[in-house]
Protein backbone atom coordinates (compact mmCIF):
# COMPACT_ATOMS: atom_id res chain seq x y z
CA UNK A 1 0.00 0.00 0.00
CA UNK A 2 3.07 2.40 0.28
CA UNK A 3 2.81 2.07 -3.42
CA UNK A 4 0.22 4.78 -3.52
CA UNK A 5 1.36 8.23 -3.72
CA UNK A 6 -1.91 9.82 -2.75
CA UNK A 7 -2.26 7.82 0.78
CA UNK A 8 -6.22 9.77 1.03
CA UNK A 9 -7.18 7.35 -1.54
CA UNK A 10 -6.93 4.47 0.74
CA UNK A 11 -9.65 3.86 2.79
CA UNK A 12 -10.51 1.58 5.73
CA UNK A 13 -14.24 2.06 6.40
CA UNK A 14 -17.82 2.62 4.98
CA UNK A 15 -18.62 6.05 3.69
CA UNK A 16 -22.36 7.02 4.74
CA UNK A 17 -23.93 10.66 4.50
CA UNK A 18 -20.44 12.41 3.50
CA UNK A 19 -18.33 10.72 6.31
CA UNK A 20 -15.96 7.79 7.07
CA UNK A 21 -17.57 5.02 9.36
CA UNK A 22 -15.46 2.34 11.47
CA UNK A 23 -16.66 -0.77 13.14
CA UNK A 24 -14.61 -2.71 15.57
CA UNK A 25 -15.03 -5.81 13.28
CA UNK A 26 -12.78 -5.83 10.31
CA UNK A 27 -11.90 -8.29 7.10
CA UNK A 28 -8.66 -8.93 5.44
CA UNK A 29 -8.05 -7.51 1.66
CA UNK A 30 -5.53 -9.61 0.25
CA UNK A 31 -3.83 -9.91 -2.84
CA UNK A 32 -4.47 -12.36 -5.06
CA UNK A 33 -1.27 -12.48 -6.78
CA UNK A 34 0.90 -13.85 -3.35
CA UNK A 35 -2.34 -13.63 -0.92
CA UNK A 36 -0.72 -11.32 1.39
CA UNK A 37 -2.15 -9.05 3.02
CA UNK A 38 -2.69 -5.41 1.83
CA UNK A 39 -4.80 -3.83 4.70
CA UNK A 40 -8.07 -4.95 7.09
CA UNK A 41 -11.23 -2.79 6.74
CA UNK A 42 -14.09 -2.27 8.88
CA UNK A 43 -17.24 -4.52 8.11
CA UNK A 44 -20.45 -3.08 7.76
CA UNK A 45 -23.59 -5.11 8.25
CA UNK A 46 -27.17 -4.66 7.95
CA UNK A 47 -27.05 -1.23 10.68
CA UNK A 48 -25.00 0.63 8.32
CA UNK A 49 -26.36 -0.49 5.37
CA UNK A 50 -30.00 1.24 6.61
CA UNK A 51 -28.32 4.19 7.98
CA UNK A 52 -26.77 4.79 4.18
CA UNK A 53 -30.15 4.21 2.49
CA UNK A 54 -31.72 6.97 5.39
CA UNK A 55 -29.35 9.09 4.28
CA UNK A 56 -29.76 8.88 0.80
CA UNK A 57 -33.36 9.30 1.27
CA UNK A 58 -32.58 12.31 3.37
CA UNK A 59 -30.60 13.53 1.10
CA UNK A 60 -32.88 12.77 -2.27
CA UNK A 61 -34.99 15.93 -2.37
CA UNK A 62 -32.16 18.31 -2.23
CA UNK A 63 -30.51 16.50 -4.44
CA UNK A 64 -32.88 16.20 -7.29
CA UNK A 65 -33.99 19.74 -6.92
CA UNK A 66 -30.91 21.02 -7.85
CA UNK A 67 -30.48 22.35 -11.70
CA UNK A 68 -29.22 19.70 -13.91
CA UNK A 69 -26.32 21.72 -15.06
CA UNK A 70 -25.10 21.93 -11.19
CA UNK A 71 -25.73 18.28 -11.39
CA UNK A 72 -23.46 18.12 -14.47
CA UNK A 73 -21.02 19.99 -12.74
CA UNK A 74 -20.06 18.65 -10.05
CA UNK A 75 -19.94 15.35 -12.15
CA UNK A 76 -17.41 16.66 -14.07
CA UNK A 77 -15.24 17.54 -10.89
CA UNK A 78 -15.83 13.62 -9.84
CA UNK A 79 -14.44 12.44 -13.69
CA UNK A 80 -11.56 15.12 -13.70
CA UNK A 81 -10.62 13.75 -9.99
CA UNK A 82 -10.43 10.11 -11.35
CA UNK A 83 -8.44 11.30 -14.34
CA UNK A 84 -6.00 13.31 -12.33
CA UNK A 85 -5.45 10.13 -9.75
CA UNK A 86 -5.49 7.38 -12.48
CA UNK A 87 -2.38 6.28 -11.86
CA UNK A 88 -3.15 5.48 -7.84
CA UNK A 89 -6.49 4.28 -8.72
CA UNK A 90 -5.29 1.74 -10.68
CA UNK A 91 -2.07 0.41 -8.75
CA UNK A 92 -4.84 0.22 -5.70
CA UNK A 93 -7.31 -1.70 -8.13
CA UNK A 94 -4.51 -4.21 -9.42
CA UNK A 95 -3.36 -4.91 -5.37
CA UNK A 96 -6.44 -6.31 -4.72
CA UNK A 97 -8.08 -7.44 -7.75
CA UNK A 98 -5.02 -8.43 -9.85
CA UNK A 99 -5.32 -7.54 -13.40
CA UNK A 100 -1.95 -5.92 -15.11
CA UNK A 101 -1.30 -2.74 -14.57
CA UNK A 102 -2.19 -1.74 -17.55
CA UNK A 103 -5.62 -3.46 -18.08
CA UNK A 104 -6.33 -0.93 -14.25
CA UNK A 105 -5.28 1.98 -15.66
CA UNK A 106 -8.07 0.89 -19.02
CA UNK A 107 -10.47 0.18 -16.07
CA UNK A 108 -10.10 3.56 -14.12
CA UNK A 109 -10.46 5.47 -17.56
CA UNK A 110 -13.32 3.20 -19.43
CA UNK A 111 -15.30 4.27 -15.71
CA UNK A 112 -14.76 7.62 -15.52
CA UNK A 113 -15.79 7.86 -19.24
CA UNK A 114 -18.98 6.47 -17.84
CA UNK A 115 -19.16 9.86 -15.24
CA UNK A 116 -18.13 11.96 -18.05
CA UNK A 117 -21.10 10.55 -20.26
CA UNK A 118 -23.19 11.11 -17.83
CA UNK A 119 -22.51 14.34 -16.60
CA UNK A 120 -23.45 15.43 -20.34
CA UNK A 121 -26.40 13.70 -20.02
CA UNK A 122 -27.91 15.24 -16.97
CA UNK A 123 -28.58 18.16 -19.09
CA UNK A 124 -30.69 16.29 -21.87
CA UNK A 125 -33.36 14.57 -19.90
CA UNK A 126 -36.20 15.94 -22.33
CA UNK A 127 -39.69 15.04 -21.78
CA UNK A 128 -42.46 15.41 -24.91
CA UNK A 129 -45.06 17.52 -25.65
CA UNK A 130 -47.79 15.67 -27.08
CA UNK A 131 -50.75 16.73 -29.59
CA UNK A 132 -53.81 17.10 -27.06
CA UNK A 133 -56.98 15.49 -28.20
CA UNK A 134 -59.24 18.87 -27.49
CA UNK A 135 -58.16 22.39 -27.92
CA UNK A 136 -58.08 23.00 -24.25
CA UNK A 137 -55.68 20.70 -22.88
CA UNK A 138 -51.92 20.26 -23.66
CA UNK A 139 -50.17 16.81 -22.53
CA UNK A 140 -46.88 17.51 -21.22
CA UNK A 141 -44.82 14.06 -20.13
CA UNK A 142 -41.95 14.42 -17.66
CA UNK A 143 -39.00 12.46 -16.55
CA UNK A 144 -38.41 12.74 -12.61
CA UNK A 145 -35.55 10.81 -10.83
CA UNK A 146 -36.98 7.26 -9.24
CA UNK A 147 -35.47 8.25 -5.96
CA UNK A 148 -32.94 6.18 -3.53
CA UNK A 149 -30.73 3.52 -6.02
CA UNK A 150 -28.70 0.73 -4.32
CA UNK A 151 -26.46 -1.54 -6.00
CA UNK A 152 -24.26 -4.29 -5.20
CA UNK A 153 -21.11 -4.61 -7.93
CA UNK A 154 -18.62 -7.49 -8.53
CA UNK A 155 -14.71 -7.94 -7.99
CA UNK A 156 -13.95 -8.13 -11.67
CA UNK A 157 -14.51 -4.69 -12.29
CA UNK A 158 -13.92 -3.06 -8.91
CA UNK A 159 -14.38 0.46 -10.48
CA UNK A 160 -16.05 0.63 -13.39
CA UNK A 161 -19.07 -1.51 -12.25
CA UNK A 162 -20.06 1.46 -9.40
CA UNK A 163 -18.53 4.18 -11.85
CA UNK A 164 -21.28 3.68 -14.61
CA UNK A 165 -24.17 3.04 -12.12
CA UNK A 166 -23.59 5.66 -9.91
CA UNK A 167 -22.73 8.22 -12.73
CA UNK A 168 -26.22 7.69 -14.54
CA UNK A 169 -27.92 7.70 -10.93
CA UNK A 170 -26.78 10.72 -9.66
CA UNK A 171 -27.41 12.37 -12.88
CA UNK A 172 -30.69 11.76 -12.82
CA UNK A 173 -31.23 13.45 -9.75
CA UNK A 174 -31.51 10.11 -8.01
CA UNK A 175 -29.13 9.18 -4.71
CA UNK A 176 -26.75 6.05 -4.28
CA UNK A 177 -25.80 3.39 -1.91
CA UNK A 178 -23.84 0.60 -2.93
CA UNK A 179 -22.50 -2.49 -1.42
CA UNK A 180 -18.84 -3.62 -3.78
CA UNK A 181 -17.50 -7.37 -3.73
CA UNK A 182 -15.74 -7.88 0.08
CA UNK A 183 -12.34 -8.96 -2.40
CA UNK A 184 -12.35 -5.36 -3.59
CA UNK A 185 -13.53 -2.76 -1.64
CA UNK A 186 -10.28 -0.47 -1.81
CA UNK A 187 -11.53 0.89 -4.98
CA UNK A 188 -15.16 1.49 -4.33
CA UNK A 189 -14.16 3.62 -1.43
CA UNK A 190 -11.01 5.17 -2.97
CA UNK A 191 -14.43 6.65 -5.72
CA UNK A 192 -16.20 7.79 -2.93
CA UNK A 193 -12.94 10.06 -1.30
CA UNK A 194 -13.19 11.51 -4.94
CA UNK A 195 -16.73 12.08 -4.96
CA UNK A 196 -16.31 14.09 -2.15
CA UNK A 197 -13.58 15.96 -2.79
CA UNK A 198 -15.67 16.86 -6.35
CA UNK A 199 -18.35 18.41 -3.72
CA UNK A 200 -21.05 15.68 -4.00
CA UNK A 201 -22.91 16.53 -1.09
CA UNK A 202 -23.56 13.64 1.73
CA UNK A 203 -25.53 11.44 1.57
CA UNK A 204 -25.36 11.58 -2.42
CA UNK A 205 -23.09 8.92 -2.62
CA UNK A 206 -22.62 6.27 -0.20
CA UNK A 207 -20.61 3.29 0.14
CA UNK A 208 -21.37 0.15 2.09
CA UNK A 209 -18.21 -2.65 2.85
CA UNK A 210 -18.70 -5.67 4.77
CA UNK A 211 -18.44 -9.43 4.08
CA UNK A 212 -22.55 -10.31 5.66
CA UNK A 213 -23.55 -10.12 2.20
CA UNK A 214 -27.09 -11.50 3.00
CA UNK A 215 -28.01 -8.72 5.74
CA UNK A 216 -26.39 -5.97 4.11
CA UNK A 217 -28.13 -7.27 0.63
CA UNK A 218 -31.06 -8.01 2.93
CA UNK A 219 -31.67 -4.08 3.47
CA UNK A 220 -30.45 -2.67 0.11
CA UNK A 221 -33.26 -4.90 -1.78
CA UNK A 222 -36.45 -5.03 0.98
CA UNK A 223 -35.97 -1.63 2.53
CA UNK A 224 -39.37 0.86 1.86
CA UNK A 225 -36.77 3.79 1.15
CA UNK A 226 -34.92 1.84 -2.07
CA UNK A 227 -36.75 2.66 -5.50
CA UNK A 228 -34.41 0.48 -7.81
CA UNK A 229 -31.79 -1.82 -6.85
CA UNK A 230 -28.86 -2.75 -9.93
CA UNK A 231 -26.99 -5.85 -9.52
CA UNK A 232 -23.89 -7.31 -11.48
CA UNK A 233 -23.55 -10.56 -11.14
CA UNK A 234 -24.31 -14.39 -11.24
CA UNK A 235 -27.53 -15.22 -12.42
CA UNK A 236 -27.83 -17.27 -9.40
CA UNK A 237 -27.37 -14.46 -6.81
CA UNK A 238 -29.31 -12.27 -9.17
CA UNK A 239 -32.57 -14.46 -9.54
CA UNK A 240 -32.79 -14.51 -5.55
CA UNK A 241 -32.40 -10.60 -5.40
CA UNK A 242 -34.81 -9.84 -7.77
CA UNK A 243 -37.64 -12.21 -5.36
CA UNK A 244 -36.60 -10.22 -2.74
CA UNK A 245 -36.87 -6.90 -4.52
CA UNK A 246 -40.49 -7.94 -5.90
CA UNK A 247 -41.40 -8.03 -2.48
CA UNK A 248 -41.30 -4.18 -2.82
CA UNK A 249 -42.43 -3.63 -6.51
CA UNK A 250 -39.23 -1.87 -6.70
CA UNK A 251 -37.57 -0.93 -10.23
CA UNK A 252 -34.45 -3.86 -11.01
CA UNK A 253 -32.12 -3.84 -13.38
CA UNK A 254 -29.93 -6.96 -14.24
CA UNK A 255 -26.72 -7.72 -15.62
CA UNK A 256 -25.56 -11.26 -15.11
CA UNK A 257 -24.28 -14.19 -16.18
CA UNK A 258 -23.23 -14.84 -19.89
CA UNK A 259 -21.69 -17.54 -22.72
CA UNK A 260 -20.27 -15.79 -25.20
CA UNK A 261 -19.99 -17.62 -28.57
CA UNK A 262 -17.09 -16.28 -30.41
CA UNK A 263 -17.81 -17.53 -34.27
CA UNK A 264 -15.21 -17.65 -36.87
CA UNK A 265 -16.48 -17.95 -40.52
CA UNK A 266 -14.20 -19.47 -43.07
CA UNK A 267 -14.12 -15.84 -44.98
CA UNK A 268 -13.04 -14.11 -41.74
CA UNK A 269 -9.50 -12.47 -41.57
CA UNK A 270 -7.86 -14.77 -39.24
CA UNK A 271 -5.41 -12.97 -38.13
CA UNK A 272 -7.61 -10.09 -36.97
CA UNK A 273 -9.48 -13.25 -35.00
CA UNK A 274 -6.82 -13.96 -33.77
CA UNK A 275 -6.43 -10.73 -32.12
CA UNK A 276 -10.49 -10.12 -31.42
CA UNK A 277 -9.90 -13.51 -29.34
CA UNK A 278 -7.42 -12.90 -27.84
CA UNK A 279 -8.88 -9.43 -26.35
CA UNK A 280 -12.10 -10.40 -25.68
CA UNK A 281 -10.90 -14.03 -23.87
CA UNK A 282 -7.81 -13.00 -22.16
CA UNK A 283 -8.48 -10.01 -21.04
CA UNK A 284 -8.36 -9.48 -17.03
CA UNK A 285 -7.67 -13.38 -16.90
CA UNK A 286 -11.10 -14.32 -18.72
CA UNK A 287 -12.88 -13.19 -15.77
CA UNK A 288 -15.49 -10.96 -17.48
CA UNK A 289 -19.15 -10.98 -17.95
CA UNK A 290 -18.30 -10.34 -21.94
CA UNK A 291 -15.58 -12.85 -21.83
CA UNK A 292 -15.45 -15.42 -25.37
CA UNK A 293 -16.22 -18.81 -23.76
CA UNK A 294 -17.57 -20.78 -26.72
CA UNK A 295 -15.23 -20.60 -29.76
CA UNK A 296 -16.83 -21.84 -33.13
CA UNK A 297 -14.72 -21.95 -36.41
CA UNK A 298 -16.13 -23.08 -39.17
CA UNK A 299 -14.34 -26.57 -39.97
CA UNK A 300 -12.28 -25.18 -43.29
CA UNK A 301 -10.23 -22.85 -41.16
CA UNK A 302 -10.09 -24.47 -38.09
CA UNK A 303 -6.63 -26.03 -38.51
CA UNK A 304 -5.34 -22.28 -39.64
CA UNK A 305 -7.17 -20.52 -36.98
CA UNK A 306 -5.99 -22.76 -34.72
CA UNK A 307 -2.35 -23.15 -35.61
CA UNK A 308 -2.26 -18.75 -35.18
CA UNK A 309 -4.15 -19.09 -32.04
CA UNK A 310 -1.36 -21.13 -30.82
CA UNK A 311 1.70 -19.49 -31.46
CA UNK A 312 -0.44 -16.24 -30.14
CA UNK A 313 -1.06 -17.47 -27.18
CA UNK A 314 2.36 -19.00 -26.65
CA UNK A 315 3.61 -15.21 -26.32
CA UNK A 316 1.29 -13.96 -23.60
CA UNK A 317 3.31 -12.99 -20.29
CA UNK A 318 2.09 -14.48 -16.95
CA UNK A 319 2.85 -12.46 -13.88
CA UNK A 320 1.95 -10.61 -11.23
CA UNK A 321 -0.23 -7.44 -12.13
CA UNK A 322 2.50 -4.82 -10.90
CA UNK A 323 5.14 -6.30 -13.37
CA UNK A 324 5.94 -4.55 -16.79
CA UNK A 325 5.31 -7.28 -18.88
CA UNK A 326 2.60 -8.72 -17.23
CA UNK A 327 -0.62 -9.73 -19.53
CA UNK A 328 -2.51 -12.07 -17.61
CA UNK A 329 -2.74 -12.09 -13.83
CA UNK A 330 -4.18 -14.32 -11.16
CA UNK A 331 -7.24 -15.41 -10.75
CA UNK A 332 -9.01 -13.71 -7.88
CA UNK A 333 -9.01 -17.13 -5.37
CA UNK A 334 -8.48 -20.33 -5.30
CA UNK A 335 -12.05 -21.11 -5.26
CA UNK A 336 -11.70 -19.65 -9.26
CA UNK A 337 -8.80 -21.62 -9.75
CA UNK A 338 -9.97 -25.22 -8.77
CA UNK A 339 -13.52 -23.95 -10.93
CA UNK A 340 -11.14 -23.89 -13.63
CA UNK A 341 -9.57 -26.73 -13.46
CA UNK A 342 -12.14 -29.11 -12.80
CA UNK A 343 -14.30 -27.57 -16.06
CA UNK A 344 -11.19 -28.58 -17.79
CA UNK A 345 -11.14 -31.97 -16.55
CA UNK A 346 -14.42 -32.93 -16.93
CA UNK A 347 -13.62 -31.64 -20.88
CA UNK A 348 -10.69 -33.88 -21.27
CA UNK A 349 -12.36 -37.15 -19.36
CA UNK A 350 -14.93 -36.57 -22.36
CA UNK A 351 -12.64 -36.54 -25.18
CA UNK A 352 -11.08 -32.74 -25.37
CA UNK A 353 -7.80 -32.40 -26.78
CA UNK A 354 -5.28 -29.70 -24.61
CA UNK A 355 -2.78 -28.26 -26.68
CA UNK A 356 -1.28 -25.52 -24.22
CA UNK A 357 -1.22 -24.93 -21.01
CA UNK A 358 -3.20 -26.89 -18.68
CA UNK A 359 -2.19 -25.92 -14.82
CA UNK A 360 -1.46 -23.59 -12.86
CA UNK A 361 1.71 -21.25 -13.65
CA UNK A 362 4.87 -20.89 -12.03
CA UNK A 363 4.24 -16.79 -11.16
CA UNK A 364 1.96 -18.29 -8.05
CA UNK A 365 -0.69 -21.16 -7.12
CA UNK A 366 -3.50 -18.36 -8.62
CA UNK A 367 -2.05 -17.94 -11.73
CA UNK A 368 -3.47 -20.42 -14.69
CA UNK A 369 -1.82 -20.50 -17.65
CA UNK A 370 -3.49 -19.32 -20.96
CA UNK A 371 -4.51 -23.01 -21.99
CA UNK A 372 -5.65 -23.88 -25.60
CA UNK A 373 -7.98 -26.72 -25.78
CA UNK A 374 -9.99 -28.12 -28.94
CA UNK A 375 -12.52 -30.91 -29.69
CA UNK A 376 -15.32 -29.40 -27.41
CA UNK A 377 -18.66 -30.76 -28.32
CA UNK A 378 -21.80 -28.32 -27.40
CA UNK A 379 -22.71 -30.55 -24.31
CA UNK A 380 -19.73 -30.51 -22.68
CA UNK A 381 -19.76 -28.44 -18.99
CA UNK A 382 -17.27 -26.19 -20.20
CA UNK A 383 -19.23 -24.98 -22.85
CA UNK A 384 -22.40 -24.49 -20.82
CA UNK A 385 -20.65 -22.74 -18.34
CA UNK A 386 -19.36 -19.12 -17.85
CA UNK A 387 -15.27 -20.87 -17.67
CA UNK A 388 -14.12 -17.66 -16.27
CA UNK A 389 -10.58 -17.99 -16.72
CA UNK A 390 -7.94 -18.12 -19.13
CA UNK A 391 -9.20 -20.88 -21.54
CA UNK A 392 -10.24 -21.43 -24.87
CA UNK A 393 -12.67 -24.17 -25.61
CA UNK A 394 -12.51 -24.63 -29.56
CA UNK A 395 -15.20 -26.37 -31.19
CA UNK A 396 -16.17 -26.74 -35.17
CA UNK A 397 -19.13 -26.23 -37.07
CA UNK A 398 -19.82 -26.49 -41.09
CA UNK A 399 -22.76 -24.22 -41.62
CA UNK A 400 -23.72 -20.74 -41.21
CA UNK A 401 -27.31 -22.14 -39.53
CA UNK A 402 -25.40 -24.56 -37.30
CA UNK A 403 -22.95 -22.11 -36.33
CA UNK A 404 -25.87 -19.72 -35.28
CA UNK A 405 -27.68 -22.69 -33.54
CA UNK A 406 -24.80 -23.16 -31.54
CA UNK A 407 -24.23 -20.00 -30.57
CA UNK A 408 -28.18 -19.64 -29.46
CA UNK A 409 -28.43 -22.89 -27.40
CA UNK A 410 -27.81 -21.41 -24.30
CA UNK A 411 -30.19 -19.54 -21.98
CA UNK A 412 -28.54 -16.70 -21.62
CA UNK A 413 -28.16 -13.57 -24.10
CA UNK A 414 -25.06 -11.15 -22.78
CA UNK A 415 -22.45 -10.59 -25.91
CA UNK A 416 -21.57 -12.51 -28.91
CA UNK A 417 -18.93 -12.05 -31.22
CA UNK A 418 -18.68 -13.21 -34.99
CA UNK A 419 -15.69 -12.41 -37.85
CA UNK A 420 -16.21 -11.95 -41.53
CA UNK A 421 -15.89 -9.97 -43.97
CA UNK A 422 -19.06 -10.93 -46.22
CA UNK A 423 -21.51 -8.21 -45.63
CA UNK A 424 -24.37 -9.84 -46.20
CA UNK A 425 -23.76 -12.75 -43.98
CA UNK A 426 -22.85 -9.71 -41.18
CA UNK A 427 -26.40 -8.39 -40.82
CA UNK A 428 -28.18 -11.80 -41.35
CA UNK A 429 -25.89 -13.51 -38.58
CA UNK A 430 -26.24 -10.12 -35.93
CA UNK A 431 -29.77 -10.55 -36.91
CA UNK A 432 -30.67 -13.64 -35.82
CA UNK A 433 -28.15 -13.94 -33.00
CA UNK A 434 -30.19 -13.79 -29.87
CA UNK A 435 -28.00 -11.59 -27.76
CA UNK A 436 -27.99 -7.52 -26.48
CA UNK A 437 -24.68 -7.37 -27.65
CA UNK A 438 -23.07 -8.39 -30.94
CA UNK A 439 -19.28 -7.41 -31.73
CA UNK A 440 -18.78 -8.32 -35.54
CA UNK A 441 -14.90 -7.88 -36.35
CA UNK A 442 -14.62 -6.83 -32.68
CA UNK A 443 -13.43 -8.03 -29.50
CA UNK A 444 -13.75 -5.51 -27.53
CA UNK A 445 -17.29 -3.90 -27.14
CA UNK A 446 -18.25 -1.99 -24.23
CA UNK A 447 -18.21 2.22 -24.39
CA UNK A 448 -20.17 4.93 -22.51
CA UNK A 449 -22.27 5.65 -25.49
CA UNK A 450 -23.19 2.34 -26.09
CA UNK A 451 -26.12 0.40 -23.99
CA UNK A 452 -24.71 -2.16 -22.65
CA UNK A 453 -26.96 -5.86 -21.64
CA UNK A 454 -28.28 -9.00 -21.93
CA UNK A 455 -31.80 -10.90 -22.62
CA UNK A 456 -32.65 -13.94 -21.48
CA UNK A 457 -31.22 -15.32 -18.33
CA UNK A 458 -28.35 -12.64 -18.67
CA UNK A 459 -30.68 -9.70 -17.12
CA UNK A 460 -32.70 -6.62 -18.46
CA UNK A 461 -31.94 -3.18 -18.68
CA UNK A 462 -29.07 -0.65 -20.22
CA UNK A 463 -26.04 0.51 -18.94
CA UNK A 464 -24.61 3.89 -20.47
CA UNK A 465 -25.72 5.63 -23.77
CA UNK A 466 -28.54 7.83 -23.73
CA UNK A 467 -30.54 5.17 -22.47
CA UNK A 468 -28.39 4.82 -19.58
CA UNK A 469 -30.58 7.39 -17.58
CA UNK A 470 -33.77 5.32 -18.46
CA UNK A 471 -34.30 2.78 -15.61
CA UNK A 472 -32.90 6.28 -13.13
CA UNK A 473 -36.11 7.82 -13.85
CA UNK A 474 -40.28 7.63 -13.76
CA UNK A 475 -42.67 9.08 -16.40
CA UNK A 476 -44.97 11.88 -15.34
CA UNK A 477 -47.66 12.77 -17.58
CA UNK A 478 -49.35 16.10 -17.19
CA UNK A 479 -52.92 17.11 -18.42
CA UNK A 480 -53.60 20.69 -18.17
CA UNK A 481 -56.61 21.31 -18.73
CA UNK A 482 -58.92 24.73 -19.09
CA UNK A 483 -56.72 26.35 -21.59
Same mark, same amino acid.
Given at each position: =???I???A????????????????T???V?N???????I?V?????A???E??? %?A?SA???????? %???R?????????L???????? %??L?T?????P????K????????Y?Q?????A?RL??? +??PA????????VQ????GV??A???W????AMI??K???A??A??TF??????????????L?????Q?G????VF?V??? +??????????????????FSFTG???V?K?????C???V?R?? =?ELG??A????F??????????G???????N???T?????R??????VA?A??D? @????? +??L??????T???Q????????A????A???Q???????? @???G?K?DE?????Y?P? @??????????????E???P??A?QT????Q???? @?AND?EYGL %????????I?R??RV??????G =?????D??I??A???FG???Q????????????????DLK??C???L
Open positions: =MQQAYPLIRQGSFINGAWQHTETFNVPANQKLLRAAAGAEAEAVL %AAFSGWAARP %AAEADLLQRWYQVIQHQGDL %ARLLEQGKLTEAGEIAYGASIWFAEEKYGD +TIPSADKRVIRQPVVTITPNFPNARAAALAGCVVKPAHQTPLSALAAELAHAIPSGNVVG +TDAKAIGDVLTRHPKVAKSTAGQLIKQAEGKVT =MGNPFIVDDADLDAAVQLLASKFRAGQCVCANILVQRRQFTK @LAIAI +TQKVGDGLGNSIGPLIDSNVEKVQLQQALSSGAT @LLLGTAGSQFQT @LLTDIRPDMEIARQIFGVVLFDSEQAIA @LT %AAYFYSRDGGFAQALQF =MVGINGISNAAPGVKSGYGREGSHYGLDDYTYLLGG
